[in-house]
């Protein structure tokens, strides 16, 4: 059984959905706090976590986030699949639980292209418009790390003739 609680905040489109898979609350909490620096029209955050994840749901219900529980042998594909049929976002940021979304922004926000990869060795994230989900699909449901995910997701699309940027890290803003 997959449980999901949808934010009425986030029943209107906004400019970006964040999804962000889960682990830990305290993970979370750090997540939260990050975004709140930016302004709560232009985003929600929709959390991805297996049902192991202890204290997520109840934070996630705390702070009116928009939330899926997955059973533990799901895929991360299926995952960002899931929490992608949540969103309301013109734009679609899939992170990994080690990235600041909020950093991913910031490397991302003078990007055109609408699909931008970034990677910094240890973190990475997917910035799709939601044009392009809706071309190219969702993410391989197999069980790959997020790496291998996103690389098929980047092949798909290089195949039907699009590019994609590559972002470079930077840690000055």
């Not at 790496?147 to 803003?173: D, K």
Request: contains cysteine.
């Amino acid at each position: 059984m997959i449980r999901r609680r949808r934010n009425t905040r986030s029943m209107c489109a906004c400019p970006l959905s964040i999804i962000y898979p889960c682990s830990a609350r305290d993970a979370l909490l750090n997540v939260v706090d990050s975004i709140r620096t930016l302004p709560a029209e232009s985003y929600e955050l929709i959390v991805v976590h297996s049902y192991s994840a202890v204290g997520v749901d109840a934070l996630c219900r705390q702070e009116g986030l928009t939330f899926v529980s997955l059973p533990n042998s799901k895929s991360k594909g299926t995952a960002f699949n899931a929490g992608a049929r949540l969103s309301t976002g013109d734009h679609l940021l899939f992170c990994d639980r080690l990235t600041n979304p909020v950093d991913c922004l910031f490397q991302t926000s003078t990007v055109a292209n609408p699909i931008s990869y970034l990677e910094d060795g240890k973190a990475v994230a997917l910035k799709l418009s939601r044009e392009s989900v809706r071309q190219f699909g969702g993410f391989s449901e197999k069980n790959l790390s997020l790496e291998e995910m996103f690389s098929e997701y980047m092949q798909r699309v290089a195949a039907s003739g699009y590019e994609w940027t590559p972002i470079e890290w930077s840690a000055a803003r």
